[in-house]
C-alpha cells in the first residue's frame, strides 16, 4: 500500500470472458498489459466496468490477485468489489479484498445508505466499516448502479478529515460541483479523478488528480497526454 496514489488515469477496467462465460485470464493479462503500453498511472480493477454485480464473491477475489500478480509494480492499482448489502458482509469482503495489497480500497457509495435515506445514514454506515475494515486507504466510487449516490461537498469533507481516504472517482458530470469538492477537501490528501472525458481539461485545471472512466479502455494514451500537458 502506497502513503497517497500517484496522479493521472486509471481504466475502470472491463473483464473479458470466454465463450463459456467464464473470465478468461489469458485476455486479462494482455489487457493488463495494453494498460502498461499505453503507460496509465493506475488501474481502478474490481469496478462496474469489470461486472462486479455478476461476478461472485470469490471470483472478484480470484480476478483481483490474478490482477496484482500480472500488473506492473509501477502501475497503482485501487479496487473495489464492493456490492454486498449488509454491513458485516462489506466488512468480511473488504478485509479479503484489501489482503491482496491493493493501494485503495474503493467504496461504492451507494452501498452505505438507501436511496430515499439522507447522509447522516450514509455516514453513520461508512464510519463503522472503516473502523472495523483496519489499516488502508479508502477511495468511494459514484457508481451509477444501482442508484448514483452523488458525494456533496460536506460529506466529502467529512471522509476526507479521517485522513484515510484517497481517491474519488467522481461521475457528476458537474464541472462546478467537481469545483466544490476540490475546495472542500483541499489539503486533505483526497484526491478527485473525474470520469467524464469531455470535462476532464476544465476539472485539471481546477486542481483534479486525474481521469477515472471507462473511455481510458479505448484511448487512455490521450488522457495520459492530457494529465502531464494540460498546465501547457
Given at each position: 500500500?502506497?502513503?497517497?496514489?500517484?496522479?493521472?488515469?486509471?481504466?475502470?477496467?472491463?473483464?473479458?470472458?470466454?465463450?463459456?462465460?467464464?473470465?478468461?485470464?489469458?485476455?486479462?493479462?494482455?489487457?493488463?498489459?495494453?494498460?502498461?503500453?499505453?503507460?496509465?498511472?493506475?488501474?481502478?480493477?474490481?469496478?462496474?466496468?469489470?461486472?462486479?454485480?455478476?461476478?461472485?464473491?470469490?471470483?472478484?477475489?480470484?480476478?483481483?490477485?490474478?490482477?496484482?500478480?500480472?500488473?506492473?509494480?509501477?502501475?497503482?492499482?485501487?479496487?473495489?468489489?464492493?456490492?454486498?448489502?449488509?454491513?458485516?458482509?462489506?466488512?468480511?469482503?473488504?478485509?479479503?479484498?484489501?489482503?491482496?495489497?491493493?493501494?485503495?480500497?474503493v467504496f461504492?457509495?451507494?452501498?452505505?445508505?438507501?436511496?430515499?435515506?439522507?447522509?447522516?445514514?450514509?455516514?453513520?454506515?461508512?464510519?463503522?466499516?472503516?473502523?472495523?475494515?483496519?489499516?488502508?486507504?479508502?477511495?468511494?466510487?459514484?457508481?451509477?448502479?444501482?442508484?448514483?449516490?452523488?458525494m456533496t461537498?460536506?460529506?466529502?469533507?467529512?471522509?476526507?478529515?479521517?485522513?484515510?481516504?484517497?481517491?474519488?472517482?467522481?461521475?457528476?458530470?458537474?464541472?462546478?460541483?467537481?469545483?466544490?469538492?476540490?475546495?472542500?477537501?483541499d489539503g486533505?490528501?483526497?484526491?478527485?479523478?473525474?470520469?467524464?472525458?469531455?470535462?476532464?481539461?476544465?476539472?485539471?485545471?481546477?486542481?483534479?488528480?486525474?481521469?477515472?472512466?471507462?473511455?481510458?479502455?479505448?484511448?487512455?494514451?490521450?488522457?495520459?497526454?492530457?494529465?502531464?500537458?494540460?498546465?501547457?
Amino acid at each position: 500500500m502506497k502513503n497517497t496514489i500517484p496522479n493521472g488515469v486509471y481504466p475502470t477496467m472491463i473483464t473479458p470472458f470466454t465463450k463459456d462465460n467464464k473470465i478468461d485470464y489469458a485476455a486479462v493479462e494482455a489487457l493488463i498489459n495494453w494498460y502498461a503500453e499505453k503507460k496509465v498511472d493506475g488501474i481502478f480493477a474490481i469496478c462496474q466496468s469489470s461486472e462486479i454485480f455478476f461476478l461472485s464473491f470469490e471470483e472478484r477475489l480470484e480476478l483481483l490477485h490474478f490482477v496484482m500478480r500480472h500488473t506492473p509494480k509501477n502501475i497503482s492499482v485501487v479496487a473495489s468489489g464492493h456490492v454486498a448489502d449488509d454491513l458485516d458482509t462489506q466488512i468480511e469482503q473488504a478485509k479479503a479484498f484489501i489482503q491482496e495489497g491493493i493501494d485503495a480500497y474503493v467504496f461504492i457509495s451507494n452501498r452505505f445508505a438507501a436511496e430515499d435515506e439522507d447522509d447522516s445514514v450514509f455516514l453513520k454506515n461508512i464510519d463503522r466499516v472503516v473502523k472495523a475494515v483496519g489499516d488502508i486507504n479508502f477511495g468511494i466510487y459514484e457508481c451509477p448502479y444501482p442508484y448514483k449516490r452523488v458525494m456533496t461537498p460536506a460529506v466529502l469533507k467529512k471522509l476526507a478529515e479521517s485522513g484515510r481516504f484517497t481517491f474519488l472517482k467522481d461521475t457528476c458530470c458537474d464541472p462546478g460541483m467537481i469545483n466544490e469538492k476540490l475546495r472542500a477537501v483541499d489539503g486533505m490528501g483526497l484526491k478527485i479523478f473525474n470520469a467524464n472525458s469531455a470535462s476532464l481539461l476544465e476539472t485539471l485545471k481546477m486542481g483534479c488528480a486525474g481521469f477515472s472512466g471507462v473511455m481510458a479502455n479505448f484511448h487512455p494514451e490521450i488522457y495520459s497526454w492530457l494529465c502531464k500537458n494540460f498546465e501547457k
